[in-house]
């Protein structure tokens, strides 16, 4: 899991929240910071960010609701699963 990935990730949910103090591993939506329209920007973050298209198949909640879930979604489409 890259975590360079991890921390652009991060980066983008804190300077949007800046109260927010969560780490890797938290569930963003159960904390209260995420609303439907924040979903779709992290999902345009993502692609446009990673230069990467999120297929439909994988615009499951689950995939972005940790930072660790969508930097695992991120290697996934890159092709990057295990590599360090």
């Known amino acids: 899991m890259s975590d360079t990935t991890a921390t652009q990730i991060l980066s983008f949910i804190e300077a949007r929240f800046p109260q927010a103090r969560i780490d890797r591993t938290q569930d963003i939506f159960s904390l209260g910071f995420i609303n439907?329209?924040?979903?779709?920007?992290?999902?345009?973050?993502?692609?446009?960010?990673?230069?990467?298209?999120?297929?439909?198949?994988?615009?499951?909640?689950?995939?972005?609701?940790?930072?660790d879930a969508m930097t695992a979604l991120v290697d996934r489409q890159r092709g990057t699963v295990g590599v360090a």
């Open 36 to 67: 439907s329209l924040f979903a779709m920007e992290l999902v345009m973050f993502i692609e446009k960010t990673f230069g990467l298209t999120v297929p439909n198949d994988e615009l499951n909640i689950n995939n972005f609701r940790t930072v």
